[in-house]
């Protein structure tokens, strides 16, 4: 009866012993996580409270939207035009003239 008592508290420790160490390699691999997520964080920008306000929005809604077209005037072209000489020139012409589309797009009075 001992030596049956002694196998079943033995098997018990194991199984303790392994849960234990379970449970120590899944918090070493959380602390490894939060350590790569603080140090990833530490290299974005941070927000500045004062970046939000109304006319920033509005300028960011703006380049978003001149951006858009951009990108769907660009694939209009690659779809429709079959050489890759006026598909890299109307990349390149959309970039310089993408300062002028917006003044005259967003022109404020």
């Known amino acids: 009866m001992a030596k049956a008592r002694a196998q079943a508290r033995a098997e018990r ?25 603080r140090w990833l964080r530490g290299r974005l920008p941070r927000r500045r409270p004062g970046s939000g306000g109304v006319l920033a929005r509005r300028r960011r809604r703006q380049v978003e939207a001149l951006v858009a ?32 589309l917006y003044t005259v797009l967003f022109r404020r009075d």
């Not at 392994?18 to 120590?24: P, S």
């Not at 429709?80 to 310089?96: E, F, H, M």
């Open 13 to 37: 420790e194991r199984i303790a012993a392994a849960a234990a160490a379970e449970r120590e390699a899944v918090a070493a691999r959380e602390a490894r996580r939060r350590a790569r997520t």
């Open 69 to 100: 077209l951009l990108i769907v005037l660009n694939a209009l072209v690659w779809f429709a035009a079959p050489s890759w000489s006026v598909r890299a020139l109307a990349a390149v012409a959309s970039v310089l003239v993408a300062p002028v």
